[in-house]
């Protein structure tokens, strides 16, 4: 879709004042010395996880799991054990199998932003060289995956997460359904240049940019926010019990923190979740309960690795 106009990914929950323009997409970041990125990039391998269920009608029962580590740094912060299979009591202290709700978060790959034809608004022009190869590396890894195995996958219509989405669809055997209620932001038509836009940003008082229009036809922040909790809880009712890829964006993964955690702005001037590209964030909940565990975010190992 080269002629379709790009939706700027400014990033919703900072409190930005620099702006950062990057080969993939317009980045806000925020200057205050406060603001935290949720980001580790080099931690240890994790041992094997164990669960242990313990009765007083019996011994205690233990499950090991492992979870297959290809390097030995995983970048990402690990919440929970990520693991398909969970354990719970049932009335007579035995180990029952709990039947889940599993969501994967997966960011596009590195694309690229231009002109068509060096004329127009700025447009997402697709997956760049290595936005493919970050996405291919990421096919093999859920291939040979016996943990991740989504059976359902979803994606973002706009350019970048349509073909990561159509990569990821052939290595896992799977269609891919579209939804345009996983686009970033859609902050812009790309008509307007970041000097611009920052200029109206700073303009705006910060309790007032959640419900500023920057462009006639834009989304306002808030606009954005209920659209993302809209569409996760539309999403994770219609395939309760499933295992679900959602091909997305950056902001739309931050903003799934809002969502599920019950964050507000105030939260996000201090500290933000960081999503590389071809990450994963995993949530699960017993299916037909609205609580949410977060067993890992911005899971890039398999970048990592081919560093």
């Not at 891919?176 to 000097?195: F, K, Q």
């Not at 996760?232 to 499933?242: A, P, R, T, V």
Request: net charge positive.
């Amino acid at each position: 879709m080269p002629g379709s106009p790009q939706r700027h990914a400014v990033w919703p929950i900072v409190t930005a004042a620099t702006i950062e323009r990057g080969p993939h997409r317009r980045q806000v970041r925020s200057a205050s010395a406060l603001s935290w990125v949720l980001c580790l990039s080099a931690l240890p391998a994790p041992p094997a996880e164990t669960y242990t269920a313990h009765s007083t009608a019996g011994p205690a029962v233990q499950s090991n799991e492992v979870y297959p580590t290809p390097c030995t740094t995983v970048p990402s912060i690990r919440i929970a054990a990520a693991s398909d299979k969970r354990y719970s009591l049932g009335s007579t202290g035995n180990v029952r199998r709990t039947r889940m709700t599993l969501l994967y978060l997966i960011r596009h790959g590195e694309n690229i932003d231009g002109k068509v034809g060096g004329v127009g608004p700025t447009v997402d022009l697709g997956l760049s060289e290595l936005g493919r190869s970050q996405v291919e590396r990421l096919c093999r890894r859920l291939a040979a995956s016996d943990s991740i195995k989504p059976t359902t996958l979803l994606a973002s219509t706009e350019r970048r997460a349509a073909e990561t989405a159509q990569l990821l669809g052939v290595a896992l055997g799977l269609g891919v359904t579209p939804n345009r209620d996983l686009e970033e932001w859609r902050s812009d038509d790309g008509n307007i240049e970041p000097e611009e836009f920052m200029a109206q940003w700073r303009n705006v008082k910060e309790r007032e940019r959640a419900f500023h229009r920057f462009q006639p036809k834009s989304e306002t922040q808030a606009e954005f926010f209920a659209r993302v909790g809209t569409v996760l809880n539309c999403i994770s009712k219609e395939h309760d019990g499933g295992s679900i890829a959602l091909v997305t964006h950056g902001g739309f993964i931050q903003a799934s923190f809002r969502h599920f955690f019950g964050f507000g702005d105030a939260a996000f001037r201090r500290a933000y979740p960081a999503a590389a590209h071809t990450s994963i964030s995993h949530w699960r909940a017993e299916a037909g309960s609205d609580r949410w565990v977060l067993e890992f975010t911005n899971d890039a190992r398999h970048i990592e690795c081919a560093a």
